[in-house]
């Protein structure tokens, strides 16, 4: 498995019993595996989404802004593009959906080929970095199907253990299907699973899937979380609890 990045002198080495006491406590934890959701979690994409709905919400003639925006988060492009379609003054057919469904994608995919490794904080990667050698098997679930090509863009292309997405479900969050194949591709029970979440779909799909989640940014406020992370490095403190 391929490190994240090669600064050896920054970061902080253990000792053999070190190591073993840590990973004795994630046992105790009863947690073998981590699924992140991505966009919002490893990284941030909202910008790119929110540009690629736009223009084609405009050239749709339908009003669009942030705040319905916010209501996409953590669900598929076909009920993203449901929603949005509130507003429009005509029914358009599946044929018609669809079409507008693959332009948005497209946009969307061209804007994301601005992502770098820049894109992936010091501090998440430290952390991840941190979760691998505490034993963890880590995963990704996430409902979008350019989950891959984002992985890639960052330099996480080959890091995580699995990787579930919109390319293998049929039901997306906050039905828990993502998060259930994430498991079962780590060969793992989901309760042996923590979900880290931070959309409200998201968290409900974990609750659904009988695992705990941790929350971050606006999903640690939401009461469906199990902790309440403040930044993404206190996901350290939580599986040695």
Same mark, same amino acid.
Request: charged letters at 35%; glycine letters at 6%; a negative charge.
């Given at each position: 498995?391929?490190r ?15 190591e ?13 595996g981590?699924?992140?959701d ?14 690629a709905? %736009?223009?084609?919400a405009d050239?749709?003639g ?29 029914? @358009?057919?599946?044929?018609e959906k ?7 994608n ?6 994301l080929?601005?992502?770098t490794? !820049? ?9 991840? !970095?941190?979760?691998?050698?505490? =034993? ?9 199907k350019?989950? =891959?090509f984002?992985l890639?863009?960052?330099?996480? =292309?080959?890091?995580?253990?699995t990787?579930s997405? =919109? ?12 998060? @259930?194949?994430a498991?079962?591709?780590?060969? @793992?029970?989901?309760e ?9 779909? &998201?968290l ?12 971050? &940014?606006? &999903?640690?406020?939401?009461h469906l ?5 403040c ?9 040695? %609890?």
């Amino acid at each position: 498995m391929q490190r994240l990045w090669k600064e050896p002198d920054e970061i902080k080495t253990f000792t053999e019993e070190e190591e073993n006491i840590s990973k004795e406590r994630v046992q105790r934890m009863g947690k073998k595996g981590i699924i992140f959701d991505l966009d919002g979690v490893i990284c941030h994409t909202d910008k790119y989404h929110y540009q690629a709905w %736009k223009k084609l919400a405009d050239k749709l003639g339908v009003y669009f802004d942030e705040v319905i925006n916010n209501r996409l988060r953590g669900v598929s492009r076909m009920e993203s593009l449901n929603i949005i379609l509130e507003k429009c003054d005509r029914e @358009l057919t599946i044929q018609e959906k669809e079409a507008c469904a693959e332009e948005k994608n497209e946009i969307y995919k061209e804007l994301l080929k601005n992502m770098t490794t !820049e894109d992936l904080s010091r501090e998440v990667r430290e952390t991840l !970095e941190q979760l691998r050698e505490k =034993g963890l098997k880590l995963a990704i679930g996430s409902s979008s199907k350019n989950a =891959g090509f984002i992985l890639e863009r960052i330099g996480l =292309g080959d890091f995580f253990d699995t990787v579930s997405d =919109g390319n293998n479900i049929t039901f997306s969050k906050p039905d828990p299907e993502v998060f @259930l194949k994430a498991a079962q591709f780590l060969n @793992l029970q989901p309760e042996q699973c923590l979900v880290v979440e931070d959309a409200e779909a &998201g968290l409900l799909a974990a609750k659904r899937g009988n695992m705990d989640c941790a929350g971050i &940014g606006e &999903g640690a406020e939401s009461h469906l979380t199990t902790y309440k992370l403040c930044d993404f490095q206190e996901l350290l403190s939580v599986i040695e %609890k």
